[in-house]
């Protein structure tokens, strides 16, 4: 009895027949220098106290404490996975997440800036998870900032991980250290935007992004 031979397919990389190993999570953790809780709430109570502020009181005897612990929470953004998936179908159109809260602190006065960013990309091989483009503007809303620097920080961290098409951020914030003091401009707000690749060189691209986020009409 003859016995035929088996033939082995013999496959290489880059054939359509293997699909490619998706690629590890990027586990994205935010560690400061470190913190003293203690030693904060000892220096929040000597704030208080020069300026002529007494903590002796039942009510305000824990609040060197709690603000030690407040700003110690504004700094720490929460760790997230950067999981991506693959372009499958081919979408080449915008992907636009719009109205995600944006709460940071003023590193001029430590004063709040709050608002909302609207960012968007156009899908490279790969497509981002939707719930991730509000944890990357945490991540870096959670630190003294400025909001031209959070603006292109956002940006430019989306366009380096993802190597999409183009991005586009827009943020809208309102600044109480120019709000509640100093010039007292209440109901001001400040506009930044940061736009790259497609969403910068081309016309057409732009503006529906910007229509998109309703900076215009």
């Not at 082995?8 to 953790?29: C, Q, S, T």
């Not at 709050?114 to 503007?137: C, M, W």
Request: with cysteine; aromatic share 6%; charged share 20%.
């Amino acid at each position: 009895m003859s016995h035929r031979p088996h033939t082995a397919a013999h496959l290489v990389p880059g054939d359509p027949e293997i699909p490619e190993p998706a690629p590890a999570a990027l586990r994205v953790v935010h560690t400061p220098d470190g913190v003293d809780l203690a030693a904060a709430e000892r220096a929040a109570g000597q704030f208080l106290q020069a300026l002529g502020i007494s903590t002796k009181s039942e009510s305000l005897r824990g609040t060197p404490g709690r603000m030690a612990r407040a700003y110690a929470e504004l700094f720490s953004p929460r760790p997230f996975d950067l999981t991506t998936f693959p372009n499958d179908e081919g979408y080449d159109e915008l992907v636009l997440a719009r109205s995600i809260p944006v709460r940071s602190v003023c590193e001029h006065h430590l004063l709040p800036f709050v608002g909302t960013a609207h960012v968007g990309y156009l899908p490279g091989r790969r497509i981002l998870g939707l719930s991730k483009l509000a944890r990357v503007v945490e991540h870096f809303a959670c630190r003294p900032q400025v909001q031209e620097r959070l603006t292109k920080q956002v940006a430019e961290w989306l366009r380096n991980q993802l190597e999409p098409k183009g991005v586009g951020v827009v943020i809208e914030a309102e600044h109480t250290c120019m709000t509640l003091r100093g010039v007292q401009a209440t109901g001001s707000s400040t506009l930044t935007s940061t736009l790259l690749g497609t969403l910068r060189s081309d016309a057409r691209s732009r503006a529906e992004f910007l229509a998109l986020t309703g900076l215009t009409t």
